[in-house]
């Protein structure tokens, strides 16, 4: 069975911080790999997809990487804002799933001012 | 801008009733997806669609089941709903049939 942990479960941090979240995989056999965010009470929103041949895929102030041999990829977000306060989520496409991430359970990020 | 939209944003019903999950999107997409969500147990597949009048199971199908009548339209039916049926559902749709890309706001089930 596939897991996916993302550690800590919650996170604060004080306005501007650059901060990292990880996400830690068993099964190397991915497709790949992507970052949402939900807000509370919302659905998600794709955030990076990073294919399994990248290293790493970039959007404004967020950066997210992928290390397939040690089974983890982060997301880092520069200088943080109380905007940023929300979960993260990461999910994983194995190959040979058709159509079925695996998601973590992700970290809830609070961002305080 | 892409969207995604589920009836009911709060629903509340009775052990044993059927109950009815609405989502529509508006991109044309064929691929659509039915997930529910849980403390501590992360996102979970329960049906997706790939085309009208296709389904196929996801990881946890047990106690629901699901229609495509319409590209635009894909509906998740609790048959006779139990308690363990509380939970946040969310809709997505893609263009790829690998995995969802735009999410509905969710609705949030209580089954008393």
């Known amino acids: 069975k596939q897991e996916v942990t993302q550690i800590p479960a919650a996170l604060s941090v004080p306005e501007g911080e650059n901060l990292v979240l990880n996400c830690s995989f068993t099964?190397?056999?991915?497709?790949?790999l992507q970052w949402f965010r939900q807000d509370p009470g919302k659905g998600l929103t794709s955030l990076l997809l990073?294919?399994?041949?990248?290293r790493e895929q970039t959007s404004g102030r967020l950066n997210a990487s992928l290390d397939k041999s040690s089974g983890r990829s982060t997301l880092y977000i520069a200088a943080s804002q109380p905007g940023d306060s929300a979960t993260y989520l990461c999910?994983?496409?194995?190959?040979?799933?058709?159509?079925?991430?695996?998601f973590g359970t992700g970290t809830r990020l609070q961002v305080t001012l | 801008d892409v969207k995604v939209t589920q009836s009911s944003r709060y629903l509340v019903k009775r052990t044993g009733e059927k109950v009815f999950l609405e989502c529509v999107q508006d991109?044309?997409?064929?691929?659509m997806f039915w997930y529910r969500q849980d403390p501590g147990l992360g996102l979970r597949l329960i049906y997706f669609?790939?085309?009208?009048?296709?389904?196929e199971k996801g990881d946890i199908p047990e106690g629901y089941s699901v229609s495509r009548e319409k590209k635009e339209r894909f509906s998740l039916i609790l048959e006779s709903a139990s308690t363990n049926q509380t939970s946040m559902y969310l809709c997505?749709?893609?263009?790829?049939?690998?995995?969802?890309?735009?999410f509905g706001d969710g609705t949030r089930l209580s089954i008393l």
């Open positions: 997505a749709s893609s263009i790829d049939r690998r995995f969802p890309q735009h």
């Open positions: 099964d190397s056999a991915i497709y790949n």
């Open positions: 990073i294919q399994s041949s990248q």
């Open positions: 999910a994983l496409l194995y190959t040979g799933t058709a159509s079925k991430l695996t």
């Open positions: 991109m044309d997409h064929e691929n």
């Open positions: 669609s790939y085309d009208v009048k296709m389904k």
